[in-house]
């Protein structure tokens, strides 16, 4: 049996509110590259997550954020790094915040923080290839 090695993407993104549009494309064109198996709506759930983490580095980290995308045949990984040590707190919707990491739960098929270095890395992790039970 053959195992393959993850393959790896990142960026470096500015802190501006376009970076997350920029990570967004990013995102998009690598999962494209990479040619995985990954069916359009994971694509598009991946490039959702990344967006709402992006958002929320920007927003409540500091640094300049780093997207990092691995792939590994069944699923896609994403890990959204700065320089906060502050994690984020379990997802609660208010008024005025929490549904981006509420997002963030609903459509990865898990997801987590901790510390690295001197700040954070967010992750959650997709399928990458159709589930079996959704095949018909």
């Given at each position: ?31 494209a590259r990479w040619q995985n198996g990954t069916r359009g ?96």
């Amino acid at each position: 049996m053959e195992t393959r090695a993850p393959v790896v993407a990142e960026l470096r993104l500015a802190e501006r509110s376009s970076s997350a549009a920029v990570a967004r494309q990013f995102t998009r064109s690598t999962l494209a590259r990479w040619q995985n198996g990954t069916r359009g709506e994971h694509v598009e759930d991946a490039v959702l997550v990344v967006s709402e983490l992006v958002t929320n580095a920007l927003l409540h980290g500091h640094g300049t954020p780093l997207v990092r995308l691995l792939g590994s045949g069944d699923r896609i990984r994403v890990e959204i790094c700065d320089d906060s040590p502050l994690l984020p707190i379990a997802p609660r919707v208010t008024p005025s915040g929490g549904l981006g990491l509420r997002v963030v739960e609903q459509l990865s098929s898990a997801w987590g923080a901790s510390r690295r270095g001197r700040g954070k890395v967010v992750w959650c992790e997709l399928p990458a290839a159709p589930d079996p039970t959704e095949l018909d």
